[in-house]
């Protein structure tokens, strides 16, 4: 049998942490599973993915501006002459493959600012060629929300219906694909993908002092459907997270700020400006790794990115979340949290800080509930990857079957 052939596909490499951490989950997944796999990834950032995962790697789109606001005639033109080099780009990679994986992410959502012909469309040239070719597409883990903009729900709904599997990360996204016109009777729910990674010890020296904090920021600038109103929420945000911050800072607390994608740095260095304490500090996280090595060390999270917050929830540390998605408070739900959400619109800097210390008297028994809760994600994962082989590598899954029954 020659090995197959397995293409991975996102916004991998592009400084998104949570992003990045789930390929991680999956390629742990396929070199332990699957190690005869020759693997290779369509990407936002291929250099990274080459260098730092040791995959041979090709960019995601053609015109390298793709992301950047298109004012000029010329840009205008380049974008839209790029929509077409893609889709032929995209249907000869696909064709080379015998499977390709989307891992993890929330690539059926539009929680964030997202435009139909940004990632939408990636995503359908993705799963149409793969139907068109006979490669079967996985949407793995995935995310989703209902969407109001009639193009990217269009876009959306029809990747969905294309891809050969799907999985979520929660069961609103489940509940939201069906809403919009999906058929996810076969489809099944299971933790986030990162909840596979290995759970590292905590950061030591300084970042490990006694009563520390991790408050864990974002760009944020509200949803999709928010635009109007940007800059309004960002500042609300800010001006919010800035005042709890200082309230730590007033109660003599250590707070150590995380971020999750390099867009965050703004908003940190924002907030060290404004809160000026040795007390105050800043983590150079590279990668989820870094992050839970962060977390474990702290007494205390609060955090705003959906994988900062499964980042302190795996690694076992009393989590407070702002929220600015129901798939943030569907994780916390499931990790046994609920009742610590906060909304990331309206930051109330004084309500925060109640939350926050009722949050650190129940921290015990909290800890004890998030091992139970982690050791269940992590069974459940192996239910993931076992229904994973047998969708995409039937044949491989056979062989193993019937080695395991030929052994003595």
């Known amino acids: 049998m020659t090995p197959a052939r397995v293409g991975v596909f996102g916004l991998l490499?592009?400084?998104?942490?949570?992003?990045?951490?789930?390929?991680?989950?999956?390629?742990?997944?396929?070199?332990?599973?699957?190690?005869?796999?020759?693997?290779?990834?369509?990407?936002?950032?291929?250099?990274?993915?080459?260098t730092r995962y040791g995959i041979p790697a090709t960019r995601l789109h053609w015109y390298r501006g793709e992301y950047r606001t298109a004012s000029r005639a010329g840009a205008v033109a380049a974008k839209g002459l790029g929509k077409l080099v893609d889709?032929?780009?995209?249907?000869?990679?696909?064709?080379?493959?015998?499977?390709?994986?989307?891992?993890?992410?929330?690539?059926?959502?539009?929680?964030?600012?997202?435009?139909?012909?940004?990632?939408?469309?990636?995503?359908?040239?993705l799963c149409a060629t793969g139907r068109l070719f006979g490669t079967r597409v996985a949407l793995v883990g995935v995310g989703a929300d209902a969407i109001s903009d009639r193009p990217t729900r269009a876009l959306v709904r029809w990747s969905a219906r294309l891809a050969a599997y799907?999985?979520?990360?929660?069961?609103?996204?489940?509940?939201?694909?069906?809403?919009?016109?999906?058929?996810?009777?076969?489809?099944?729910?299971?933790?986030?993908?990162?909840?596979?990674?290995?759970?590292?010890?905590?950061?030591?020296?300084?970042?490990?002092?006694?009563?520390?904090?991790?408050?864990?920021?974002?760009?944020f600038h509200g949803g999709n459907d928010d635009r109007a109103r940007a800059?309004?929420?960002?500042?609300?945000?800010?001006?919010?997270?800035?005042?709890?911050?200082?309230?730590?800072?007033?109660?003599?607390?250590?707070?150590?700020?995380?971020?999750?994608?390099?867009?965050?740095?703004?908003?940190?260095d924002a907030i060290l400006d404004a809160v000026d304490?040795?007390?105050?500090?800043?983590a150079e996280a590279a990668s989820l790794a870094d992050l839970m090595k962060e977390a474990a060390a702290?007494?205390?999270?609060?955090?705003?990115?959906y994988h900062n917050l499964v980042c302190a929830l795996k690694a076992g540390t009393p989590t407070l979340a702002l929220s600015y998605a129901a798939k943030s408070e569907a994780l916390m739900d499931?990790?046994?949290l609920d009742a610590y959400c906060h909304p990331a619109r309206e930051v109330d800097a004084d309500r925060l800080l109640e939350q926050f210390r009722a949050l650190e008297k129940r921290s015990a028994e909290l800890r004890q509930t998030l091992t139970e809760r982690n050791q269940d994600a992590a069974r459940r994962l192996e239910d993931q990857f076992t229904a994973l082989t047998a969708a995409l590598f039937p044949a491989t899954d056979h062989a193993h079957t019937h080695a395991l029954r030929e052994a003595p």
């Open 298 to 305: 702290a007494d205390t999270v609060v955090a705003t990115r």
């Open 334 to 336: 499931r990790m046994g």
């Open 166 to 219: 799907r999985s979520y990360r929660d069961a609103l996204s489940r509940d939201a694909m069906r809403a919009m016109g999906v058929d996810t009777v076969r489809d099944e729910v299971y933790p986030d993908l990162a909840f596979a990674l290995p759970t590292p010890g905590a950061a030591s020296g300084p970042a490990g002092e006694p009563g520390r904090v991790c408050v864990g920021v974002m760009a």
């Open 277 to 282: 304490s040795p007390l105050v500090t800043a």
């Open 231 to 268: 800059e309004e929420i960002h500042r609300r945000y800010l001006d919010g997270t800035t005042r709890f911050v200082r309230a730590l800072v007033e109660d003599g607390r250590p707070v150590r700020l995380l971020t999750g994608d390099e867009v965050d740095r703004t908003v940190v």
């Open 87 to 125: 889709a032929v780009r995209t249907a000869a990679w696909v064709r080379r493959h015998d499977v390709v994986i989307v891992p993890g992410m929330g690539v059926l959502e539009a929680t964030l600012p997202l435009r139909p012909w940004g990632f939408p469309y990636s995503l359908f040239l």
């Open 13 to 50: 490499g592009s400084g998104n942490l949570g992003n990045d951490g789930s390929l991680e989950a999956v390629l742990g997944y396929l070199r332990a599973a699957h190690p005869e796999a020759a693997v290779d990834a369509l990407c936002g950032g291929p250099e990274v993915v080459e």
